[in-house]
T-cell receptor
């Protein structure tokens, strides 16, 4: 199994630019999660999907953040416009309900 | 909202010493999971506890789930340098219409060889 695949692994962008993070979950998993990790706030759940449908987006910081899951094998997290305070590691993860959550290796975002 | 608190935030030990991290929830949990994240890495699943009072062992690691299903602990016996990393607990609320895992802020363990 290839695991959860995220891209890009690293991104440095200027404030105001649009950032798109991509995720391919593990085949057959019906839950997909987007987390953000910073030193100050730890691991924060931003949004999660079940069978491609967004279930809980209460963790999305503000309207600048949006996430989509057009099909079972692909999801995006978009930040527009980006700000320096968005700098963090963004993890995508997938699971079958009640079972292990498998994390991708993360997308390290720096907004300057 | 539901919170999962973890202590201590940091722990530095000499190699060979024991280590324990504690996790407490403001609400009763359906089950609890533990993850380890190596520096620069991503969280990796260690174990899941489901039953009240459950105790599970993985080599030098012992995991406990409290009787009230509101607290949990991870104990490492005779730490090694390979144990370095951040240990997270993550709680799952009782079955509802949503499935949501809430992570504690983690305990960063460093081991002095």
């Amino acid at each position: 199994d290839a695991g959860v695949i995220q891209s890009p692994r690293h991104e440095v962008t200027e404030m105001g630019q649009e950032v798109t993070l991509r995720c391919k979950p593990i085949s057959g998993h019906d839950y997909l999660f987007w987390y953000r990790q910073t030193m100050m706030r730890g691991l924060e759940l931003l949004i999660y999907f079940n069978n491609n449908v967004p279930i809980d987006d209460s963790g999305m910081p503000e309207d600048r953040f949006s996430a989509k899951m057009p099909n079972a094998s692909f999801s995006t997290l978009k930040i527009q416009p980006s700000e320096p305070r968005d700098s963090a590691v963004y993890f995508c993860a997938s699971s079958l309900i009640g079972n292990t959550i498998y994390f991708g290796e993360g997308s390290w975002l720096t907004v300057v | 909202g539901q919170q999962v608190m973890q202590i201590p935030q940091y722990q530095h030990v000499q190699e060979g010493e024991d280590f324990t991290t504690y996790c407490n929830s403001s609400t009763t949990l359906s089950n609890i999971q533990w993850y380890k994240q190596r520096p620069g890495g991503h969280p990796v699943f260690l174990i899941q506890l489901v039953k009240s009072g459950e105790v599970k062992k993985q080599k030098r690691l012992t995991f406990q789930f409290g009787e009230a299903k509101k607290n949990s602990s991870l104990h490492i016996t005779a730490t090694q340098t390979t144990d370095v990393g951040t240990y997270f607990c993550a709680g799952i609320l009782p079955v509802s219409s949503n499935y949501k895992l809430t992570f504690g802020k983690g305990t960063l363990l460093t081991v002095n060889p």
